[in-house]
């Protein structure tokens, strides 16, 4: 079994580069997906174009040959180097951001267009538009799927790993070389990014509660991961399942 | 509610030209919706707009909304072309500050409300007038209240619109529009959306603010007995050609028209 000092040498500070990693990728991806989604929106056609592109060239990417690029090709061409993990989050931040761009052109599509229409009704300039009516109104529905791939760039966190970045799993793999004990190593990494994949999932859900709060809505029902186990939330959930029913009788 | 007389700060009221559409064309495909439209509208009347379905009503309040543009022809609001602008002599299609400035004189009234889900009830009063007017926060708000009060919602402003009955959505969305002091009111249908008993409060305060201000309005209805109250003037479309028009006295009782007859002996 792991030493405790290998723990503490090397364990330890693995979850802190994946937690490292992890921000500044969703940073750089969020920013991304904003920037990318946004501009596929434009009523300029060239605009819409390299947006576009933007996507399907980075969406068509992996994270990890691109990883494997910026870490061995790039020093090759330039002669000089990107820190490891700057290269492992550009690579993360970039293909991410690409599916993420995805996410804001839905919701923002999905914003109905009278509402655009009220908005030019009163001589709101396009960006007061998108940043005062149709962006805040597309929040909402961008949380839920915005979970969904910040769980995904979690676990894709672990790539770094391959351009010796050390965070938990380059921790773990030197643990098989040292010790040649998979099994415990293994299952104790796979409890860690499931332990952070619900701690993202609840900190999702606030934020999902708190946007739809924003526009007057309750949240939806809750997920078997995060509901709470109360009476009073199994009641709710039974009487919206017969409420349900009634209506489609 | 006799004093939003005052509030209402219309340039001119002296009754001479504020809307003329000349030769006016909107087609959709092959279908011609405004067809070489010409009509016009002095400043402070009240005029209604009556046809059947599909004659290209709603079009009309949409294209001097700048919501649709029309393929031919021009429209003038304050003696300023809409779509178009004037360089060297010659007209051309006008950019997008253009039409903005142009805008700013017409506020429109949806039938399905169209309030922001986003903002309690005070900042959608207040958010274009702060923005877009560059009103002081603390005079947007002010302004809103007197309005709220106005529509008889002073105890909602720190409500979301989802949180609202359709008949106070409609009452916001009209508070909403007149907090940008528009020359021309445009309703489209405003209370078809509505509950049978909320329509009578919507029309009261509309009658009101026709009575008490001086603004334009064009209004689309199948409230024939709303038209007859508040319009100066009636104008029945058919087919994207006004056929003809005149007092509602003169319209309802003794129509020329065989096709306002027949609209009319349908709908009253
Ligand atoms: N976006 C659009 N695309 C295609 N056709 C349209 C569009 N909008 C309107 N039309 C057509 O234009 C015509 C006029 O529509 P408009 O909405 O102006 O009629 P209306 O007089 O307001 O009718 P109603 O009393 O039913 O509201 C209709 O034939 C309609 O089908
Ligand atoms: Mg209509």
Known sequence: MMTSKFFFEWFLPGIWITIQVLVYSAVLAGVVSFVIGTLRTSRFWIVRFLAGTYFEIFRGMSALIMMFWMAFVVPLMLGWQFVPMFSG???????????????????????????????????????QRLRRIELPQAWPEMVPPFNNLLIELMKGTALVSVITVADMTFAGNLVRLSKNESMPIYTLLLVLYFVLAFILTRGMRMLERKAKAGVGRAPEGRTILTRKLSPKGELDQARAGTAGAGGAG | MSSSKNETENPAVDGSELIRFDKVTKRYGSNVVLDQLDFSVNSGK????????????????????????????????????????????????????????????????????????????????TEAPVHVLGLDKDE?????????????????????????????????????????????????????????????????????????????????????????????????????????????????????????????????
């Open chain 1, 89 to 127: 989050v550009l690579a993360l931040g970039l293909t991410y951001g690409a599916y993420g761009s995805e996410i804001v052109r839905g919701a923002l599509a999905a914003v109905p267009p009278a509402q655009r229409e009220a908005g030019i009704a009163l001589s709101f300039t396009r960006m």
């Open chain 2, 46 to 125: 009240h005029i209604t707009l009556i046809g059947p379905s599909g004659s290209g009503k709603t079009t009309i309040l949409r294209a001097l909304m700048t919501l649709v543009k029309p393929e031919e022809g021009t429209i003038k609001v304050s003696g300023q072309y809409l779509f178009h602008e004037e360089k060297d002599g010659k007209l051309v299609d006008a950019g997008e500050s253009h039409i903005r400035e142009v805008r700013k004189n017409i506020g429109m009234v949806f039938q399905q409300f169209n309030l922001f889900p986003n903002m309690k009830v005070l900042r959608n009063i």
């Open chain 2, 140 to 268: 947007a708000d002010e302004r809103a209240r007197e309005l709220l009060e106005l529509v008889g919602l002073t105890e909602h402003l720190d409500k979301y619109p989802s949180q609202l009955s359709g008949g106070q959505q409609q009452r916001v969305a009209i508070a909403r529009a007149l907090a940008m002091r528009p020359q021309i009111l445009l309703l489209d249908e405003v209370t078809s959306a509505l509950d049978p008993e909320l329509v009578a409060g919507v029309l009261d305060l509309l009658r009101d603010i026709a009575r008490s201000t001086d603004i334009t309005m064009l209004c689309v209805t199948h409230e024939m007995g709303f038209a007859r109250d508040i319009s100066d003037d009636v104008l029945m479309f058919n087919e994207g050609k006004v056929i003809e028009s005149g007092a509602p006295e003169k319209i309802f009782s003794e129509p020329e028209h065989e096709r306002t007859r027949e609209f009319l002996s349908a709908v009253l």
